[in-house]
């Protein structure tokens, strides 16, 4: 089955710099890859996700790059703040042409913004 | 549109006791999936349901179960409680898509814990 890694486990970042989260899977037939936010106590959210026929997708201030030759994908948090702080999640998955989906979650990193 | 919710919030059972856990997903959604939350292990599917079937199913063993009404809400069903059980047991809803991931939203969870 699909293996996603995740790194660092814990990244501390000044406020107003960037932040990158790096993840890697195995299964080279995933073809679909979200990052989830979860703060303390609360549901994970979809912050952006990133098909396999697409290389980066950008939305102000977050941005995911894929490598599929690499089966690596990036997420990056630019001029970064307080409320970023968090726990984030990157996933992966293949979805069926019948649509089924099974995400496999990395193991998570937890971003502190210091002010 | 409402969110994902979950009912109950929180559970406390004692071993050998058997939990059902509901989930009612966005207006339009029709698929449901089930996450494990724990800190050693992270986020870890359990299974996934549409159009009243299950779909995909992860690695937990068979006290795990589930199913979808026609309204699409689903519920889970842990027999046999074991202490290993405790966890957030969070729900997910999306639209089917064919061939294409669409973004999971998660409810609030339920917290179990098995004494």
């Known amino acids: 089955g699909e293996n996603v890694e995740q790194h660092p486990s814990t990244l501390s970042v000044q406020e107003g710099d960037s932040a990158v989260i790096k993840c890697t899977y195995s299964d080279s037939a995933s073809n679909y890859f979200p990052w989830y936010k979860q703060e303390l106590g609360k549901r994970p959210q979809l912050i952006i996700d990133i098909r396999s026929n697409v290389g980066e997708k950008k939305d102000q201030r977050i941005a995911v790059t894929l490598n599929k030759t690499a089966k690596h994908f990036s997420l990056h948090i630019t001029e970064t703040q307080p409320e970023d702080s968090a726990v984030y999640f990157c996933?992966?998955?293949?979805?069926?042409?019948?649509?089924?989906?099974?995400?496999?979650f990395g193991t998570g990193t937890r971003l502190t913004i210091i002010p | 549109k409402a969110g994902v919710t979950q009912t109950p919030r929180y559970l406390i059972k004692t071993r050998g006791q058997q939990v059902t856990l509901s989930c009612s997903p966005i207006s339009g959604h029709r698929s449901v999936s089930w996450y494990q939350q724990t800190p050693g292990q992270g986020l870890q599917f359990l299974f996934e349901?549409?159009?009243?079937?299950?779909?995909n199913k992860g690695n937990f063993p068979g006290r795990f179960s589930g199913r979808q009404f026609s309204n699409s809400r689903s519920e889970m069903n842990v027999s046999t409680l074991e202490l290993g059980d405790s966890a957030l047991y969070l729900c997910a809803s999306r639209v089917v898509g064919s061939g294409h991931g669409t973004g999971q939203f998660f409810g609030p969870g339920t917290r179990l814990t098995v004494l």
């Open positions: 349901y549409f159009s009243e079937t299950q779909r």
């Open positions: 996933a992966a998955s293949r979805i069926s042409n019948f649509g089924n989906e099974k995400l496999t």
